[in-house]
T-cell receptor, first 114, second 111 residues
Framework: AQSVTQLGSHVSVSEGALVLLRCNYSSSVPPYLFWYVQYPNQGLQLLLKYTSAATLVKGINGFEAEFKKSETSFHLTKPSAHMSDAAEYFCAVRPDTGRRALTFGSGTRLQVQP | ETGVTQSPTHLIKTRGQQVTLRCSSQSGHNTVSWYQQALGQGPQFIFQYYREEENGRGNFPPRFSGLQFPNYSSELNVNALELDDSALYLC??????????FGPGTRLLVL
């Protein structure tokens, strides 16, 4: 069975500061990993995905994530936070075989202070 | 290119009633997945449809059922509504097992 743990349900940073949102996964098979963002009262928007092509993945809006197999982690980073980054962020895992459903973490709410 | 759309956007029902939620998949996609997102939680997988057949189901009771049509749009039906069914219901479409793209969701309130 696969699972995702997001450390920190709330993260607060100042505008211009580094954003680091943590995600650890548990999977018995090589997974596909995703980060989605959810703005208030909206659906989920794909930020980036890892599909084993490269360990450092670049996404939209300046975000990137690094897949570290030895640490079973897929942390999301952005060098400089912007006010518009304030949202809920979800890490998700999906197996490469079998049922191709996404398993989500519980989410991290990012607050950006002026 | 049209994205994933869902209707209605909001819905209020009472316990015991039945509800049908609708989803139109993104152009070129043949797979639809449904998720339930309770307040303050991550989405939970309900089921997936691929070419009109159920292709996997999460830990939800049989009163949650679905359908996919030849144009790949989909319905989620919930019978005998319970208070705990209050949630945001998200539909995602994809080309087979490729990346899932989500619609804006339907917010259901059960009173």
């Amino acid at each position: 069975a696969q699972s995702v743990t997001q450390l920190g349900s709330h993260v607060s940073v100042s505008e211009g500061a580094l954003v680091l949102l943590r995600c650890n996964y548990s999977s018995s098979v090589p997974p596909y990993l995703f980060w989605y963002v959810q703005y208030p009262n909206q659906g989920l928007q794909l930020l980036l995905k890892y599909t084993s092509a490269a360990t450092l993945v670049k996404g939209i809006n300046g975000f990137e994530a690094e897949f570290k197999k030895s640490e079973t982690s897929f942390h999301l980073t952005k060098p400089s936070a912007h006010m518009s980054d304030a949202a809920e962020y979800f890490c998700a895992v999906r197996p490469d075989t079998g049922r191709r459903a996404l398993t989500f973490g519980s989410g991290t709410r990012l607050q950006v202070q002026p | 290119e049209t994205g994933v759309t869902q209707s209605p956007t909001h819905l209020i029902k009472t316990r015991g009633q039945q509800v049908t939620l609708r989803c139109s998949s993104q152009s070129g996609h043949n797979t639809v997945s449904w998720y339930q997102q309770a307040l303050g939680q991550g989405p939970q997988f309900i089921f997936q449809y691929y070419r009109e057949e159920e292709n996997g189901r999460g830990n939800f009771p049989p009163r949650f059922s679905g359908l996919q049509f030849p144009n790949y749009s989909s319905e989620l039906n919930v019978n005998a509504l319970e208070l705990d069914d209050s949630a945001l219901y998200l539909c995602a479409s994809s080309w087979g097992s490729e990346t899932q793209y989500f619609g804006p969701g339907t917010r259901l309130l059960v009173l």
